[in-house]
């Protein structure tokens, strides 16, 4: 050897595993490119399949009929070790997944649970919503005493948002359930909306409201005020 020939150096163990793990990546790419009858263990066959997508559980095939996917316990011993498949992974995979599935199962569960509590509150919530004028006399820290008049909203037209009110009833003692602010004055003409809670539980029974949508939302799905 001359010695300005430069020296060869040994490759090492990680120039090998990258060269194994290449050879690997070209025979998968040309099993995919190629089209081939695959023959499942149960006698299924799927003419012109090419593998587009290789899985720890088994690989799925474009073939004449479509697209499917073929576990590898329905595929031969070659098939299982062109693929490498490995029993252990492949189990392991298979619970990753159902469990992912049956956790987006429940979150769809749920969220469509709420929409339809959701739903039949609003439903409710139109059957006890008042609109009324009223008149707050006892200003307290939690509730507020007030006369309520009650009246109807109607459509007036020409626009869907033009309404007006007419008056429905006399006039009534009732308690509503957040304190007031002092702003709101004795003979406040704002019509204001209020859901009808039940009745207070002072000895008048009176009925008690809420201006609260949210809290009135809360106790029609079921939750406590």
Do not use: C
């Amino acid at each position: 050897m001359h010695s300005g020939e430069p020296k060869r150096q040994n490759a090492g163990p990680h120039v090998n595993y990258w060269n194994t793990a290449l050879s690997i990546f070209l025979a998968l790419s040309v099993s995919s490119a190629l089209a081939d009858d695959i023959k499942t263990n149960s006698g299924k066959e799927y003419k012109n399949a090419t593998v587009t997508r290789v899985e720890p559980d088994g690989v799925t095939v474009k073939f004449s009929g479509g697209v499917v996917k073929i576990p590898f316990a329905e595929l031969s011993k070659e098939l299982q070790a062109r693929y490498h498949y490995d029993p252990e992974a492949s189990q392991k995979f298979a619970a990753d997944t159902a469990a992912q599935i049956n956790a987006n199962n429940a979150v769809v569960a749920a969220n469509t649970k709420t929409k339809k509590q959701e739903e039949n509150a609003e439903t409710l919530l139109r059957r006890i919503r008042i609109f009324a004028i009223i008149k707050p006399f006892i200003y307290g820290e939690k509730q507020t005493t007030a006369h309520i008049q009650e009246f109807a909203q109607y459509w007036k037209g020409p626009t869907a948002y033009d309404f007006d009110y007419t008056k429905v009833g006399k006039e009534f003692t009732g308690v509503i359930d957040e304190p007031m602010p002092e702003y709101f004055e004795r003979g406040d003409t704002t019509i204001v909306t209020l859901y009808k809670m039940g009745h207070s539980d002072d000895s008048s029974r009176d009925p008690l409201f809420t201006m609260d949508k949210q809290k009135a939302m809360q106790i029609a799905m079921g939750g406590s005020k």
